[in-house]
């Protein structure tokens, strides 16, 4: 068997074995939950950490177009790798199993799911950012100057976009976990 035919087929080359796609099954619709969650999880952070960045030295050109691309990229190249790397989701809906009602588990779900990305996300680019030229001290003056900020804000659209991304995620990946239970 030749790999254009092992591409075709997802079989592997011992014969019965099928090989799952990258994007495809439950790996497939955590990996794009991932990715639309910190996507726009990081345009909130990149407008609102510049925001107020702009706010702090209002004459200076702080909140401009590429500043906020390098910090949308700076932000989304962090997410992804602490959501890659941890479970976030998986911890996410342990907790929210654990609640009575649709709503507050989805509540409780978004809540999780903040407080860990945020946390996690805004530490690190807080340390990139200022380190070099506040040390540690500034650096986490800084942190705690954005991050009840980012908290809320990244709450409020974890609350609007999860349930979109999910319907998204369930129609690309071929897997819907609503349904598999």
Not at 25 to 49: H, K, Q, S
Not at 74 to 80: L, R, V
Not at 89 to 101: D, I, L, R, T, Y
């Amino acid at each position: 068997m030749d790999f254009l035919e092992l591409l075709k087929t997802r079989r592997s080359v011992r014969k019965g074995v099928t090989i799952m796609p990258l994007y495809k099954g439950p790996a497939g619709f955590e990996r794009f939950m991932n990715i639309f969650m910190n996507l726009v999880i990081c345009v909130g952070m990149a407008t609102l950490i510049l925001a107020i960045v702009q706010a702090q030295v209002p004459e200076a050109p702080i909140f401009t177009p590429i500043a906020w691309l390098c910090m949308f990229l700076e932000s989304f190249a962090f997410g992804f790798t602490v959501i890659t790397l941890l479970p976030v989701s998986n911890w996410a809906n342990a907790v929210a199993s654990k609640v009575e009602g649709k709503i507050g588990s989805y509540v409780v779900q978004a809540i999780v799911f903040d407080i860990v990305m945020t946390t996690v996300m805004s530490l690190l680019i807080s340390f990139v950012d200022n380190i070099q030229t506040r040390g540690l001290e500034g650096t986490f003056a800084s942190w705690l100057g954005v991050f009840p900020y980012a908290l809320i804000v990244a709450f409020f659209i974890i609350l609007v976009f999860m349930a979109p991304s999910q319907a998204l995620a369930a129609k690309l990946s071929g897997f819907d976990p609503r349904k598999a239970r």
